[in-house]
Structures are given as structure tokens and as C-alpha cells.
């Protein structure tokens, strides 16, 4: 699911790139009731705290701290809840200056 960044990458600078992609599963506007199995949108987290609700596949980080931080990307339902199972992947990355 998530391309980028990759576990264990290392960034130069304070932006970083987030790249996903999707099997079976197509981005929905996150405004409706009506739940199917296959639609919904991204929920992007860095370091346990959402920071894009996102209705396309690739986004960008800005200002990203120095350090290690882990990213969390979640394929939920377009109501926002996570599906059951949940379909979520985190990759762990380093920012240095």
C-alpha cells in the first residue's frame, strides 16, 4: 500500500514525499453514508496524530522535524470509520538536515 516513503528511508530537508497505492479499491468523496467495501478514502498520520484526509493517492509532508518518525496511512470507509479488518500500513523513515 504505502510506496513512499519506504521503511528505514532517509530525507534530506523537511519535506517528504507520501506515495500510496491501492489493489481493488477506488478514492470516494469522504462526504456519504453509503459504505462499499471498495470506496473510501486515505487517513495519512505522522507520529500518531491524522494530518491529511486525503482523496488522492500522493501527498506531501511539509516541515517535518529532524528525527525519526513513522507514517500511517489508513484505506477507511467514505463515513471515515476503518473498515473490519482495517486496511492500514506504517513505515518508519528519518529526516535529517
Known amino acids: 500500500m504505502v510506496v513512499s516513503p519506504q521503511d ?3 530525507f534530506h530537508g523537511s519535506d ?3 506515495k500510496v497505492m491501492l489493489h481493488d479499491a477506488q478514492i470516494v468523496a469522504a462526504t456519504t453514508t453509503d459504505v462499499v467495501p471498495d ?3 486515505l ?3 505522522l507520529d500518531g496524530a491524522i494530518v491529511s484526509m486525503n482523496l488522492g493517492l500522493t501527498d506531501e509532508l511539509h516541515n517535518v522535524a529532524p528525527g525519526i518518525h513513522v507514517v500511517q496511512v489508513e484505506f477507511v470507509a467514505s463515513d471515515h470509520l476503518p473498515f ?5 500500513q506504517q513505515v518508519t523513515f528519518e529526516v535529517r538536515r
Do not use: A, E, T
Request: net charge neutral.
Open 8 to 10: 528505514g528511508q532517509v
Open 16 to 18: 517528504v514525499p507520501v
Open 39 to 41: 470506496q473510501g478514502h
Open 43 to 45: 487517513h495519512i498520520s
Open 84 to 88: 473490519d479488518p482495517r486496511v492500514i
